[in-house]
């Protein structure tokens, strides 16, 4: 019984056996690895704080070597700021007439000049006047006649009144001449209005202005045959003073001008040319249009100037500002002070210490070069309006008229004039 379960164990016992060596090959594998891994992390920090510090004496060396980057500032102020709606618009004249002739004629002068100012009622042109005063005294002339016949008429029917009252005459002789009578008083009536309308054309004759404003280019000339069917009539007048302009805005504004109007304010408007750098005029709003373009959202305005100098000329572009309101005791900084980045409006302030920092603002807002920000300064505060490209948070400027300060190096990032490029604002992207 014994030997044969010794013969038969062998089989039975070695693959029970020959997994205890397999299993613990590998965890002395496992073991191995880990004691590496442990090594090598402790190696890495041995390393980094070994090195650190020559990092950072390294770090500050460089930014020892970086030059002081010189800038100008301005110091905030409080001020009123205008809030003004911007917009293009065309000079209208309030009046435009086109001179014609009332009779036809030939010209026998011309009395204004090319792009005078002529006052309504003095003359422009004079067409001849000999046919129109021939028939004035034509007319004239039959009037007196028919005059004398209508008296003659009268003592005729006097007459016969007398005599049908004798029974002298019959009464059919008396209403023939009464008849007689009225058909001549007629017939003067008739040579009256004859008269007047010949001496109108004798007027007509000599064109004048109907209205006051700048002459245009001289459509006729001396010896030219006119008729009141011309189109281009013998002069253009233009009303230059007043002036209106028109332009629009958005549809988004009307609320705010209707209420300003409403309450009885004058808004302000400035006119001024294509390149924004001169003024020609300044007015006040007088109307809005009465619908909304559906197309685009915007309103028809305008506006009137008074343009004693002339300076708005009829159809001209012009940009117009139209001030709506007033941002009283605002902090202002010049514009060019304000800069933007990944986060916003920003400004570089300048400390005690002569270091710009980066304070982040919120900006209202701007005219005449000048913008309000209503969050982020303080009146008085230093801002940097030139050279804040070559600025990072945390560099040292010096400001103007201060000594220059010798650099120990330079820095090989940096440009060719030692400024750094305008989009490296590290402090304003990452927080």
């Known amino acids: 019984m014994n030997d044969t379960s010794t013969r038969t164990d062998p089989e039975s016992v070695h693959p029970v056996r020959e997994p205890a060596p397999r299993d613990t090959t590998s965890a002395r594998t496992k073991r191995v690895l880990l004691l590496l891994i442990g090594l090598g992390l402790l190696g890495g920090l041995v390393w980094y704080f070994s090195h650190r510090h020559a990092m950072q004496r390294e770090d500050a060396a460089e930014s020892a070597r970086r030059p002081t980057a010189t800038v100008a500032f301005a110091a905030t102020s409080v001020a009123d700021i205008p809030i003004r709606l911007e917009a293009l618009g065309t000079v209208t004249p309030i009046t435009l007439a086109t001179v014609r002739p009332q009779v036809s004629g030939v010209i026998t002068k011309i009395y204004y000049t090319e792009g005078q100012h002529i006052e309504a009622g003095k003359p422009l042109v004079l067409i001849d006047p000999r046919p129109f005063q021939l028939a004035l005294d ?33 009464q059919q002789d008396v209403d023939t001449q009464a008849a007689t009578v ?3 008083e007629g017939q003067v009536q008739a040579d ?7 001496r ?12 006051s404003g700048r002459v245009g280019l001289r459509p006729v000339d001396v010896g030219n045959f006119v008729s009141t069917s011309d189109a281009n009539g013998v002069a253009s007048i233009t009303q230059m003073t007043p002036i209106d302009v028109e332009f629009t805005l958005p549809a988004a504004n009307i609320t705010a001008i209707q209420e300003r109007v409403k309450e009885g304010a004058q808004l302000p408007a400035i006119a001024l040319d294509q390149g924004r750098t001169k003024q020609l005029g300044t007015g006040t709003f007088l109307t809005l249009d009465n619908q909304v373009d559906t197309q685009t959202g915007t309103v028809r305005a305008k506006a009137r100037f008074a343009n004693a100098d002339g300076m708005l000329f009829p159809n001209q572009f012009v940009n117009v500002q139209l001030q709506l309101d007033t941002l009283r005791n605002a902090i202002v900084v010049p514009t060019n002070a304000i800069r933007y980045g990944p986060r916003g409006a920003f400004v570089y302030v300048i400390d005690a210490g002569d270091t710009a920092r980066i304070r982040m603002v919120k900006v209202g807002p701007s005219a005449d070069e000048r913008t309000a920000v209503t969050q982020g300064l303080t009146p008085g505060e230093r801002v940097v309006t030139e050279g ?42 990452g927080g």
């Not at 109108?200 to 209205?211: D, H, R, T, Y």
């Not at 103007?400 to 990032?413: F, K, L, V």
Request: hydrophobic share 35%; net charge positive.
């Open 138 to 170: 034509q007319a004239i002339a039959a009037q007196a006649r028919d005059q004398a016949q209508l008296e003659n008429a009268r003592v005729i029917l006097d007459r016969n009144k007398v005599l049908l009252a004798q029974d002298s005459i019959a």
């Open 182 to 184: 009225k058909q001549l």
């Open 192 to 198: 009256r209005a004859a008269v007047a309308t010949a």
């Open 200 to 211: 109108l054309n004798l007027e007509w004759s000599s064109v004048q202005a109907p209205i």
């Open 388 to 429: 804040g490209d070559r600025l990072t948070d945390g560099s040292t400027v010096r400001l103007p008229g201060q000594a220059s300060q010798p650099a120990n190096g330079g820095n090989p990032r940096e440009g060719p004039q030692g400024t750094r490029p305008a989009q490296r604002h590290p402090g304003v992207g």
